[in-house]
């Protein structure tokens, strides 16, 4: 493989940085097999078998449920008012095409599954030709591995695009160096990918860190410049297809009003956006920073790591002009995994022995570890104080039956990491397999585990029988409350109406309208309270 052209250099041995450098080793079908395995371990679970839990995924499933006519009776209150984006089209697609064997929210979530897995694997091409195969298979462990993506990336939200277009972006930068019409091309149809499916400033985002590649006199070669100069052509007719479809399909917002709203800049704060992306983007974000601090001096020499610099500049004042959440934070995700898989082999051991503790000592003794303990004792009821006192903790949480099948895959699951874990080969490469692998256990041990107690919890599903039991098969209106939770219950079969009930829902927090029938919510505090107003009360 030394050969092997590199689109860091000439070759991949003199390739990302100066000076002596691995060679790129092969790796065997055994491991290969064994990281597709933990990809699709990750991939899967937390994305059936369990209802809506955050706000943004809440309107999301409410407004493809709308879409595709399975809440006819909507009102306009409990309506999120947000476009129909791409990637929600094709979400409500996914969940039409698998109704009813999954609910609507289930089968939405299966779109997920094509932009992760595509988005790791255009990550993996991207790397493979800096430092071979291996890189590529860390890049992706690198992004699979993130913690505060373990969450958002199985939710229906606007990461998932994103994260999707930006590993197309970057892969489609790596063809531009080798052939500048395919890699062109690819250029424009990821940016007009993020633009219908993620958000317009992303796509603002991913161009300007695109063009600022013009800027290093390795990429103002005729070809290259050709290559980006065709990027309008392949990315207007996505604009153009869009807007009108866009309009005809918007739920109540026209399409001028999302694409003006999506330039609102919000300015978060320096200190909130590093306080954010110090966790959220762990272990990738210090694995970049420190290949950036020690080849300081020979960057800017490089092509390619210049690009991924300032595509993760370009996404990190995205952030802090538009960002909203935590999701609007892993388009950077794609450029910094690329960037530090190519220089991993070149970091101090002792990066090694710090991911490692992490991935030994926090993830699997306290996380993995103490998730089996707190199950073992809530189970066993032994030692009994303990117990009692986790389950007074937790006691608005239902505890649905255990299901044995799921605690014998969970335990199988922890064997295996325990047992990959346990190998003493220590190396930055060692490290980070780790760091995946646990994470990949704690998400699926937590999914078999608890995630049905937690889901018993935060669903809304519990909320909507209740209210509907006490209205006594009469409908009801609502007051005061925000349009995720009316949506959420209206999904769940709640009578809420315009007009014309003899009950109201609202707030607990809000004067009294007359005789309480009902108080409570998702959780054991009573934060909504079902009134018959003294006018209705016989």
């Known amino acids: ?96 095409a698998f109704f009813p064997l999954l609910e609507i929210h289930e089968g939405a979530r299966l779109i997920n599954v094509l932009m992760l897995a595509g988005g790791l694997v255009c990550i993996g091409f ?48 790596t063809r531009l160096r080798r052939h500048a019409l395919v890699g062109g091309m690819m250029v424009g149809l990821a940016l007009g990918f993020l633009f219908v499916a993620a958000s317009p400033t992303v796509a603002v985002a991913g161009a300007v860190g695109s063009g600022l590649t013009l800027c290093h006199h390795n990429w103002r070669r005729p070809s290259h410049v050709i290559g980006l100069a065709i990027v309008p052509v392949f990315f207007a007719p996505w604009v153009l297809l ?16 999302w694409l003006l709203a999506g330039f609102t800049p919000r300015f978060s704060s320096a200190v909130s956006l590093l306080r954010v992306a110090a966790w959220a983007l762990f272990p990738v974000l210090p694995a970049a920073l420190a290949v950036l601090w020690l080849r ?28 909203d959440g935590e999701e609007d934070l892993f388009l950077l995700l794609p450029p910094l995994a690329v960037f530090a898989a190519c220089g991993l082999s070149r970091l101090p051991d002792n990066y090694a022995v710090i991911l490692d503790r992490f991935a030994l000592g926090v993830v699997g003794l306290g996380a993995v570890g103490g998730m089996w303990i707190i199950w073992l004792i809530v189970q066993t009821g032994f030692p009994a ?35 990959l874990a346990a190998n003493f080969d220590r190396s930055n490469e060692r ?47 609502a007051q005061g409350i925000d349009a995720s939770t009316l949506g959420q219950l209206v999904y769940f079969g709640a009578p809420l109406r315009t007009t014309g009930c003899d009950y109201v829902l609202q707030p607990t927090a809000l004067p009294s309208i007359g ?22 009360t016989p």
Not at 1 to 14: D, E, K, Y
Not at 242 to 253: D, Y
Not at 396 to 401: H, I
Request: hydrophobic share 50%; with cysteine; aromatic share 14%.
């Open 431 to 477: 490290a980070v397999l780790n760091w995946s692998a646990g994470i990949t256990a704690l998400w699926s041990v937590f999914n078999l585990l608890a995630v049905d107690i937690v889901d018993a919890g935060k669903s809304y599903r519990r909320m909507a029988v209740a209210v509907t039991s006490g209205t006594q098969s009469n409908c009801f209106t």
């Open 242 to 257: 869009w807007v009108p479809t866009a309009s005809m399909l918007s739920v109540t917002t026209p399409f001028y009003e």
């Open 1 to 96: 493989m030394g050969g092997t052209v590199s689109i860091f250099g000439a070759t991949p041995a003199a390739g990302f940085f100066s000076g002596r450098q691995q060679e790129p080793l092969p790796i065997s079908s055994r491991k290969s097999m064994l990281y597709a395995i933990l990809c699709l371990l990750w991939i899967g679970f937390g994305l059936i078998g369990r209802d809506p839990w955050k706000p943004v995924e809440i309107d999301f499933v409410v407004i493809i449920a709308e879409f595709i006519g399975a809440l006819p009776n909507l009102p306009d209150e409990a309506s999120p008012r947000e476009i129909v984006s791409l990637y929600l089209l094709l979400a409500a697609t996914m969940g039409w």
């Open 385 to 419: 104080a303990l117990a009692d006192s986790i389950r007074e903790k937790i006691a608005f949480f239902p505890f649905p039956a255990v299901a044995w099948w799921k605690v014998v895959v969970a335990a199988c699951i922890t064997l295996l990491w325990v047992g």
């Open 296 to 323: 300081r001096h020979t960057l800017p020499k490089e092509p390619m790591p210049f690009f991924c610099l300032t595509l993760a500049v370009a996404g990190f004042v995205h952030f802090g002009l538009y960002g």
């Open 515 to 536: 005789t309480a029938v009902w108080r409570g919510g998702r959780y054991s505090e009573k934060n909504y309270t079902l009134y018959l107003p003294a006018t209705q």
């Open 126 to 173: 991207a790397t493979r030709t800096c430092h071979g195969g291996r890189a590529g298979w860390m890049a992706a462990l690198l992004a699979m591995g993130t913690a505060g993506f373990m969450i958002r990336a199985h939710l229906l939200n606007t990461a998932v695009p994103a994260f999707f277009g930006m590993a197309v972006l970057v892969w489609a930068m």
